[in-house]
């Protein structure tokens, strides 16, 4: 009877333990070597003296440490000595998806084979663009990086202030909304500038929490997540 209770006994315990270890959030296997991350001036935004902005990097981050390309890209170190990082501003997509020029814009980008890329836009689409183009246009940018290069995986992540093309990105996955970055104004760097745009942009804190958000996910992500957009 004291073996059967302790057989008993062994058997709940391993069972607790398989069940602690499924929860636990496992830590991605992906190694990347080569990441790009296309955005918007949170991204990157060269001086702009004329409204204020005097930083070489993401609005509105006051030094470039504190931008989330940067804070990203010590993050991949840490993983990856040798990984190299490469931001790109492709606002000009946002606004105008219908005809901006892959092979122009992009090109040299996508010929290095990136394993991953980041999709970091959103804020810059007109209210009123026809979604149905933009959602063909974007399908387009993200099959544009898989040519010759099929098993990158494209990560995606929607807009900080809200977007009329959030809902569809948000679809295209992996995938990872940031509309919780909207709901803390402290995220922001209002009384920081005196130009109304700069103050709508991110601040430090805004910049760490959409670093958080998006690492968090990529330390989630499976070779399974390198697939065909269709």
């Not at 069972?15 to 929860?23: D, E, G, H, R, V």
């Not at 606004?95 to 959103?122: Q, W």
């Not at 959030?166 to 209002?190: G, T």
Request: aromatic letters at 10%; proline letters at 5%; charged letters at 20%.
């Amino acid at each position: 009877m004291k073996w059967r209770l302790l057989c008993v006994l062994s058997v709940w315990s391993l069972l607790l333990c398989c069940k602690k270890q499924a929860t636990k959030p496992i830590e991605s296997t992906l190694m990347f070597n080569n990441v790009v991350i296309l955005g918007n001036s949170i991204t990157y935004s060269p001086q702009n003296p004329a409204i204020g902005w005097d930083g070489n990097w993401g609005m509105a981050a006051t030094v470039p440490d504190s931008d989330y390309v940067h804070i990203l890209t010590s993050r991949f170190l840490s993983k990856n000595p040798r990984v190299n990082v490469t931001a790109k501003n492709i606002s000009w997509f946002e606004m105008d998806a219908k005809h901006y020029d892959f092979d122009l814009e992009l090109k040299n980008l996508r010929d290095t084979k990136p394993e991953l890329v980041i999709m970091r836009i959103g804020e810059n689409v007109p209210p009123d663009v026809d979604l149905d183009m933009f959602e063909m246009r974007y399908v387009a940018l993200l099959n544009y990086f898989r040519i010759n290069n099929p098993k990158v995986v494209i990560l995606a992540g929607t807009s900080v202030w809200g977007s009329a093309a959030d809902s569809l990105m948000i679809n295209h996955k992996p995938a990872v909304s940031l509309k919780k970055i909207l709901a803390d104004s402290s995220n922001f760097s209002y009384g920081l500038y005196s130009h109304p745009g700069i103050q709508a942009h991110p601040g430090n804190k805004g910049m760490h929490n959409v670093a958080d958000v998006l690492w968090t996910k990529i330390m989630m992500l499976r070779l399974a997540d390198s697939h065909d957009y269709k």
